[in-house]
Nanobody
Framework: QVQLVESGGGLVQAGGSLRLSCAAS????????MGWFRQAPGKEREFVAT????????DYADSVKGRFTISRDNAKNTLYLQMNRLKPEDTARYYC????WGRGGNSWTHYDYWGQGTQVTVSS
């Protein structure tokens, strides 16, 4: 079993930056793809970014490409999401997730363990 705890969310003005962290416990995250998803009120869960087990390969939603960077520190058992040039439309609850079967990708159905999320609010 893996427990994931996100942190780093908050209120920021448009154009600002935030760095989200996702601390894992119960199992080492090395060897598993991980991802970030987000969900705004009244909207479906949306893919943000994914990273392979080593960190050598990443993928992003078009809406965040060039502004967000996903990374991981397997020694610290932690996943990160650096968010720059934030926009009001980035406002959502952000969730980290781990895929224990190695599928990865941008479908939330491929991920088995989820954190409780951290709220990001971007004011205009």
């Amino acid at each position: 079993q893996v427990q994931l705890v996100e942190s780093g969310g908050g209120l920021v003005q448009a154009g600002g930056s935030l760095r989200l962290s996702c601390a894992a416990s119960g199992r080492a995250i090395s060897g598993y793809p991980m991802g970030w998803f987000r969900q705004a009120p009244g909207k479906e869960r949306e893919f943000v970014a994914t990273i392979n087990w080593s960190g050598s390969s990443t993928d992003y939603a078009d809406s965040v490409k060039g502004r967000f960077t996903i990374s991981r520190d397997n020694a610290k058992n932690t996943l990160y999401l650096q968010m720059n040039r934030l926009k009001p439309e980035d406002t959502a609850r952000y969730y980290c997730a781990l895929d224990r079967w190695g599928r990865g990708g941008n479908s939330w159905t491929h991920y088995d363990y989820w954190g409780q999320g951290t709220q990001v609010t971007v004011s205009s």
